[in-house]
């Protein structure tokens, strides 16, 4: 990203005239190797300084960002440095349908060309605070201050130093919204990346998408499988694009992902005339409108397994009222989640579940984890309400130097072909437990995870009441899907 600064003295950057295009211009030196210049008008006077900054280095400088080694091999925010603001078709304008305006902190060659984008394809309000915007559009195009005598109600640009209620806040520093549900404050980097999402994505023209292949890191449980097919087939079905999932990608046979689920792998048809390849799965993963919701229900398991799961639930539950508690752990701590994915202790967790469990009259609770220390301790505090599915169970202690997943200690323990007998009994376990908790009266969740996504959309988020952690000792109040 470009950012605007002071002009440098007495130093020979580049010196580029200020003008419409002066960003891509800027960009194309950037691609040579420059950093700085030095912008001026017609006469030669210079106007500002512009720095470019990789955007993935500039996020995870700043506080707030969620540090894992989960995301090092594959950043979430691409340096974008070609883009065609003029491809209409290719922008993804959705976030912009509910606000009230949008409202810009800071001027930069992101918050500029997101205003341009807003004034030239949506009939929303642009709000800025910073002053320098005024150099990149025309004085008439500008209105002093919403409700003023120079505001005659066309100009929709507007000077404006806070946000207006309902505006959509676009703040000058980086904002960790990526792993929230917060779709009313994030930072000018973000927005970028889901506007020209596409444009990123592929060099289709997007009447001719057909498929959405993702390519699912091994590193990926089960649960992050499910979650990207449906955070997928929300997004990008409802443009008509079929989600689909490479065939031999994921650490589990295809034969055995078919056994028990219903989603579909990349048919033989597909090919790069018609199809969006997802090789960076995080940044599709964290990008805002991946964030918003998923689309699954308990019609993507197969009926006969679903079947048996219904039977056992059956036989467990009774009549009996279930509080569900999520908690996840080992990989989580080991790989560094911060943020609201980071996990929380039972000593943390424990004095509210007590009394939900003590106000909601609930006769056990059903606990999700695939930590054996929390286990051992939601055990020691709860005792036999306690009730959990049997699976393999992992502690921080069992990871070796230079492990941080899960995958990587299941293959160190079960190595060869013992490997696929024990990765299937892990998926089938695991998605008993999200269907129990698909079956509780009530869940709490201790950081948000696949799990936590998964329960609530078998749950048709039907629970009577819903607590996040994660939220709590963040002070939100989001839930994301």
């Known amino acids: 990203m470009l950012n605007l600064c002071e002009v440098w003295e007495n130093v020979n950057y580049r010196q580029l005239l200020h003008g419409p295009g002066i960003f891509h211009e800027a960009l194309r030196h950037v691609c040579e190797g420059e950093r700085r210049f030095v912008v001026a008008d017609g006469e030669g006077h ?12 500039l996020a995870e400088a700043s506080e707030g960002y969620v540090h894992s080694k989960l995301f090092e091999e594959m950043p979430l925010y691409p340096p974008y440095l070609n883009y065609d603001e003029n491809r209409r078709e290719s922008l993804c304008l959705d ?15 992101y918050s500029v060309v997101l ?6 394809c949506t009939e929303q309000k642009v709000f800025f605070a910073d002053e320098r915007m005024r150099l990149f559009f025309a004085e008439e195009e500008i209105a002093a201050k919403e409700g003023s005598k120079s505001d005659d109600g066309r100009a929709r640009l507007i000077y404006a130093g806070e946000a207006p209620d309902g505006a959509l806040r676009v703040f000058g520093h980086f904002v960790p919204s990526s792993f929230d549900g917060d ?3 994030l930072d000018a980097m973000v927005l970028f990346h889901h506007v020209f999402f596409f444009q990123w994505l592929t060099p289709l023209d997007l009447a001719d998408v057909k498929y959405v292949e993702f390519l699912v890191p091994r590193t990926e449980g089960i649960g992050s499988i499910l979650l990207a097919y449906g955070r997928g087939k929300a997004f990008f079905g409802a ?4 989600v689909t999932i490479r065939p031999g990608c994921t650490r589990y046979p295809d034969e055995m992902l078919q056994k028990y689920l219903r989603i579909p792998f990349t048919p033989k048809d597909a090919d790069d005339t018609n199809t969006i390849r997802v090789v960076n799965y995080y940044s599709v993963m964290y990008a805002k409108m991946l964030r918003r919701k998923g689309e699954l229900d308990l019609s993507i398991l197969q009926p006969s397994f679903l079947s048996e799961m219904k039977t056992y639930g059956d036989a467990v539950i009774r009549d009996q009222r279930m509080l569900g508690v999520l908690l996840r752990g080992s990989d989580y701590i080991t790989s560094g989640m911060g943020g609201s994915s980071r996990p929380r202790t039972v000593e943390e967790v424990s004095p509210v579940i007590a009394e939900w469990f003590r106000e909601g009259k609930y006769d056990r609770i059903f606990l999700a984890t695939e930590d054996g220390d929390l286990l051992d301790d939601m055990v020691k505090t709860f005792g036999r309400s306690v009730i959990s599915v049997s699976q393999e169970r992992y502690r921080v202690a069992d990871f070796r130097e230079g492990m941080t997943t899960i995958s990587e200690l299941d293959r160190a323990r079960h190595p060869g072909s013992a490997y696929d007998a024990f990765v299937e009994d892990t998926v089938v376990n695991y998605l008993y437990a999200i269907y129990m908790l698909s079956r509780c009266e009530a869940f709490m969740y201790s950081c948000h995870c696949g799990g936590v996504s998964l329960a609530r959309q078998f749950n048709a988020d039907r629970y009577e009441k819903l607590y996040s952690f994660a939220d709590a000792f963040n002070g939100c109040s989001k839930n994301p899907m």
């Open 46 to 57: 210079p106007l500002y300084g512009l720095v470019y900054e990789e955007n993935q280095a």
């Open 239 to 242: 443009l008509g694009m079929q």
């Open 115 to 120: 205003a341009r984008v807003l004034l030239a």
């Open 95 to 109: 976030l912009f349908k509910d606000c009230a305006g949008v409202w810009f902190e800071q001027a930069s060659e």
């Open 183 to 185: 779709f009313t404050r």
